[in-house]
């Protein structure tokens, strides 16, 4: 079952890519802005506590 699951999500992200390539390119993007937005946050949370 889980395997499934795994290839039928696969299909399905292969399938999104290829006939929405502009929206999956800014889902990627804003995924990357807040992983980016995390790091700078949880780097300024440990150079205040540091000082």
């Known amino acids: 079952m ?6 039928g999500a696969i299909a399905f992200l292969i399938f999104f890519v290829v006939t ?3 929206s999956a390119a800014s889902i990627v993007g804003r995924a990357f802005d ?10 300024q ?7």
């Open 20 to 22: 929405a390539p502009n």
């Open 34 to 43: 807040w992983l980016q937005s995390v790091g700078n946050g949880v780097s």
């Open 2 to 7: 889980d395997k499934i699951i795994r290839y």
């Open 45 to 51: 949370f440990v150079t205040d506590t540091a000082l």
